[in-house]
């Protein structure tokens, strides 16, 4: 078969199919690092043991997260308004979580307290408007009229809190929600952080703010939130020990029933390392026993139902070790993914019956016997009636924003400038021996000790003549389950003969061929021969589509794949640099297609892969080492706050720059 390079471009393998290795791998990994964790819950037997696992849960959390800011100082807390509706009066407060960054929030009190009352803490899902969404004032509305106070926060990033709203321009440079939280919680991964110690310590001062309220019993502070909601009440679950009962909902599933949905997720839900240190779903639930824990959960979620089932049943039997079985209690609904009326009225009852001791609000009785209590049927009626306010009546500050607002504002990206200044301070204060050795052991864990090598055992296809060059397709295992691939350029006239051998990375490998063509001939011309490696998940390697975004989009196929890898604690980075080093093996093997000398050249974001093999290149194999355009530090990435969404996650190795940043490397 004849090709050109158009067709090179089109190539596809018909001996092994490798477009699913990626994502097999990946799960794989998962899977047996999920089911070891079973098996270490399941041997948990006793009460002392269930707080040792909780304590290393806890831990684990928290460091994969970079603890929690070190901050516990003046709330500097200030009521902007006050609106009265039916039943309650709804106060707009505003506090600081740490000096210059403030967070609006709404507190609905019902009437007559006549005493300090128990309070519920809701946490929002991720509505762009925040606590000022119609779904969630109804839901609020609904919790107090069942006699609880109720204390809604906006999020980092949604409501009145966006990151990247322009006061100048009067608009979003990067829309709430989502968007928002992935564009600065990338870069919290490599400082070792993540954007979820953001959302977790706005909580742990919002119950300090609860606590300083002379109407509310800090002995009797609840929390509940849907979807992102779900996510940072469990985070308060395991974290914050002043929580007194908790109603997660539309988030309590299993990791692995996740893993196979297909979906990916927002940066404050992705916890490095926690799977690969055993940790799931359940440990979130054990955290809690046997406080009052009510699940709430939509039949027809994205996140699998199945998952939530299998974890409340697995989770059971630590409430039952306290004699208090009915404490965990999983409540679900015939609907998709919201906070639907029947959890809010699910959610009033059980924190009135858990947290104000009504007689009326036996919801677990009542889902046992098939029944709905009394106020269960009250509440979720009250809530199909509920009018919300106008996003402006709720507002705390004038223009619907504190970027604006408060003179000097800061969030996550002010903080993660000031993580990259405090690394460098750290890093410079070592000797230049010290922090290499550090950097190098760093890496080599990083990168080396998750791999499981094999013989390449290549397979090569001769090509024919492409553009004036013999070319070959090449093939070999980079590791167990993963192969890499590569077309090979020499020059006709000595196709045979022993040549420098250039390995060349660049974004799309064998994918982007014809505007380098003209590289890769002035390379031949010079004697050499010519590379172009496909490392895993692109060119011929390509992944299938796991989802319907495009396969280099936010939320995309190597998006999921990249924070599935951050779970277990790898990354599609360390994959990529172990891929290039691999390929100087392939290059170097003794044969007759061997190189005489090996060179490695990077290009684009993919230099990366080549600066950091090369620090692991100890026996010197490779001659010459260069790197073309592309990023030269990754401090110099944090300059740019609106950086491309394409592709972000393959060049991120959590925690680096705890250690090097790339000129340190040489």
Same mark, same amino acid.
């Given at each position: 078969?004849?090709?050109?390079?158009?067709?090179?471009?089109?190539?596809?393998?018909?001996?092994?199919?490798?477009?699913?290795?990626?994502?097999?791998?990946?799960?794989?990994?998962?899977?047996?690092?999920?089911?070891?964790?079973?098996?270490?819950?399941?041997?948990?037997?006793?009460?002392?043991?269930?707080?040792?696992?909780?304590?290393?849960?806890?831990?684990?959390?928290?460091?994969?997260?970079?603890?929690?800011?070190?901050?516990?100082?003046?709330?500097?807390?200030?009521?902007?308004?006050?609106?009265?509706?039916?039943?309650?009066?709804?106060?707009?407060?505003?506090?600081?979580?740490?000096?210059?960054?403030?967070?609006?929030?709404?507190?609905?009190?019902?009437?007559?307290?006549?005493?300090?009352?128990?309070?519920?803490?809701?946490?929002?899902?991720?509505?762009?408007?925040?606590?000022?969404?119609?779904?969630?004032?109804?839901?609020?509305?609904?919790?107090?009229?069942?006699?609880?106070?109720?204390?809604?926060?906006?999020?980092?990033?949604?409501?009145?809190?966006?990151?990247?709203?322009?006061?100048?321009?009067?608009?979003?440079?990067?829309?709430?929600?989502?968007?928002?939280?992935?564009?600065?919680?990338?870069?919290?991964?490599?400082?070792?952080?993540?954007?979820?110690?953001?959302?977790?310590?706005?909580?742990?001062?919002?119950?300090?703010?609860?606590?300083?309220?002379?109407?509310?019993?800090?002995?009797?502070?609840?929390?509940?939130?849907?979807?992102?909601?779900?996510?940072?009440?469990?985070?308060?679950?395991?974290?914050?020990?002043?929580?007194?009962?908790?109603?997660?909902?539309?988030?309590?599933?299993?990791?692995?029933?996740?893993?196979?949905?297909?979906?990916?997720?927002?940066?404050?839900?992705?916890?490095?390392?926690?799977?690969?240190?055993?940790?799931?779903?359940?440990?979130?639930?054990?955290?809690?026993?046997?406080?009052?824990?009510?699940?709430?959960?939509?039949?027809?979620?994205?996140?699998?139902? *199945?998952?939530? %089932? &299998?974890?409340? !049943?697995?989770?059971? /039997?630590?409430?039952?070790?306290?004699? #208090? =079985?009915?404490? @965990?209690?999983?409540?679900?609904?015939?609907?998709?993914?919201?906070?639907?009326?029947?959890?809010?009225?699910?959610?009033?009852?059980?924190?009135?019956?858990?947290?104000?001791?009504?007689?009326?609000?036996?919801?677990?009785?009542?889902?046992?016997?098939?029944?709905?209590?009394?106020?269960?049927?009250?509440?979720?009626?009250?809530?199909?009636?509920?009018?919300?306010?106008?996003?402006?009546?709720?507002?705390?500050?004038?223009?619907?924003?504190?970027?604006?607002?408060?003179?000097?504002?800061?969030?996550?990206?002010?903080?993660?400038?000031?993580?990259?200044?405090?690394?460098?301070?750290?890093?410079?204060?070592?000797?230049?021996? *010290?922090?290499? %050795? &550090?950097?190098? !052991?760093?890496?080599? /864990?990083?990168?080396?000790?998750?791999? #499981? =090598?094999?013989? @390449?055992?290549?397979?090569?296809?001769?090509?024919?003549?492409?553009?004036?060059?013999?070319?070959?397709?090449?093939?070999?295992?980079?590791?167990?389950?993963?192969?890499?691939?590569?077309?090979?350029?020499?020059?006709?006239?000595?196709?045979?003969?022993?040549?420098?051998?250039?390995?060349?990375?660049?974004?799309?490998?064998?994918?982007?061929?014809?505007?380098?063509?003209?590289?890769?001939?002035?390379?031949?011309?010079?004697?050499?021969?010519?590379?172009?490696?496909?490392?895993?998940?692109?060119?011929?390697?390509?992944?299938?589509?796991?989802?319907?975004?495009?396969?280099?989009?936010?939320?995309?196929?190597?998006?999921?794949?990249?924070?599935?890898?951050?779970?277990?604690?790898?990354?599609?980075?360390?994959?990529?640099?172990?891929?290039?080093?691999?390929?100087?093996?392939?290059?170097?093997?003794?044969?007759?297609?061997?190189?005489?000398?090996?060179?490695?050249?990077?290009?684009?974001?993919?230099?990366?892969?080549?600066?950091?093999?090369?620090?692991?290149?100890?026996?010197?194999?490779?001659?010459?080492?260069?790197?073309?355009?592309?990023?030269?530090?990754?401090?110099?990435?944090?300059?740019?706050?609106?950086?491309?969404?394409?592709?972000?996650?393959?060049?991120?190795?959590?925690?680096?720059?705890?250690?090097?940043?790339?000129?340190?490397?040489?």
């Amino acid at each position: 078969m004849e090709y050109n390079v158009n067709d090179l471009e089109q190539f596809s393998l018909n001996i092994y199919d490798v477009k699913d290795q990626l994502k097999q791998h990946v799960y794989k990994r998962s899977a047996e690092a999920l089911a070891a964790g079973d098996l270490a819950r399941d041997a948990v037997q006793t009460q002392e043991e269930l707080e040792r696992r909780r304590l290393a849960a806890r831990e684990a959390f928290l460091d994969g997260i970079g603890g929690l800011p070190e901050y516990g100082g003046p709330l500097n807390a200030a009521i902007a308004g006050e609106l009265r509706i039916e039943g309650m009066r709804i106060e707009k407060v505003v506090y600081e979580s740490r000096p210059g960054t403030h967070v609006t929030a709404s507190m609905y009190i019902p009437d007559g307290l006549t005493e300090p009352s128990a309070a519920v803490l809701f946490v929002c899902g991720h509505f762009e408007n925040g606590r000022l969404a119609p779904n969630y004032q109804a839901v609020c509305q609904t919790i107090a009229a069942a006699g609880l106070i109720v204390f809604a926060v906006d999020p980092v990033g949604q409501g009145e809190r966006a990151t990247y709203f322009d006061p100048a321009a009067g608009k979003m440079l990067v829309p709430r929600s989502t968007s928002d939280h992935e564009q600065v919680g990338a870069q919290c991964w490599p400082l070792g952080d993540g954007l979820a110690r953001y959302f977790l310590h706005d909580v742990t001062r919002a119950v300090d703010y609860l606590n300083t309220r002379p109407e509310i019993d800090p002995r009797r502070i609840g929390i509940t939130g849907n979807s992102g909601g779900g996510l940072q009440t469990t985070m308060a679950m395991l974290a914050e020990p002043r929580i007194a009962a908790a109603a997660p909902a539309t988030f309590v599933m299993s990791r692995e029933s996740y893993l196979y949905a297909g979906q990916a997720q927002d940066a404050e839900q992705i916890w490095p390392g926690m799977s690969a240190k055993g940790f799931d779903h359940e440990d979130l639930l054990m955290a809690m026993a046997p406080k009052p824990v009510l699940v709430l959960a939509a039949q027809y979620d994205f996140f699998p139902i *199945e998952g939530t %089932r &299998r974890t409340v !049943e697995r989770t059971k /039997r630590f409430w039952e070790m306290y004699g #208090k =079985p009915e404490q @965990l209690v999983l409540f679900e609904d015939r609907c998709t993914h919201m906070y639907s009326n029947r959890m809010a009225g699910a959610a009033g009852a059980f924190f009135a019956e858990h947290l104000l001791g009504a007689e009326n609000a036996r919801l677990a009785d009542a889902i046992r016997g098939g029944a709905e209590s009394g106020l269960f049927s009250r509440l979720t009626t009250y809530f199909s009636l509920v009018v919300p306010l106008a996003e402006s009546e709720l507002a705390c500050t004038s223009g619907g924003q504190v970027r604006g607002h408060y003179a000097g504002e800061r969030g996550p990206c002010e903080e993660n400038a000031d993580r990259v200044r405090e690394l460098e301070r750290l890093r410079s204060e070592m000797s230049e021996e *010290e922090r290499k %050795r &550090r950097a190098l !052991e760093w890496l080599e /864990r990083t990168v080396l000790a998750n791999r #499981k =090598p094999r013989e @390449l055992n290549p397979r090569h296809l001769p090509l024919g003549i492409v553009d004036g060059l013999t070319a070959e397709s090449w093939l070999w295992w980079s590791q167990e389950g993963i192969f890499n691939h590569a077309f090979v350029f020499r020059d006709e006239k000595s196709a045979d003969s022993k040549k420098p051998m250039v390995i060349a990375v660049w974004e799309r490998g064998t994918r982007e061929l014809a505007s380098r063509m003209n590289w890769i001939k002035e390379t031949v011309a010079a004697g050499k021969a010519v590379m172009v490696l496909d490392v895993s998940g692109e060119g011929v390697v390509t992944a299938n589509a796991i989802c319907p975004r495009g396969m280099y989009d936010r939320f995309g196929t190597l998006h999921k794949l990249a924070t599935d890898l951050f779970f277990i604690g790898d990354s599609i980075a360390a994959i990529r640099t172990f891929d290039v080093l691999r390929a100087v093996d392939m290059a170097a093997l003794p044969n007759h297609i061997a190189a005489e000398t090996i060179e490695v050249y990077g290009e684009g974001k993919f230099n990366l892969y080549v600066r950091l093999a090369k620090a692991l290149d100890r026996d010197r194999r490779v001659a010459a080492w260069s790197a073309g355009s592309g990023m030269q530090s990754v401090a110099e990435w944090y300059e740019d706050l609106y950086y491309s969404e394409i592709d972000v996650l393959g060049t991120v190795l959590p925690g680096m720059l705890r250690y090097f940043d790339l000129p340190e490397l040489g």
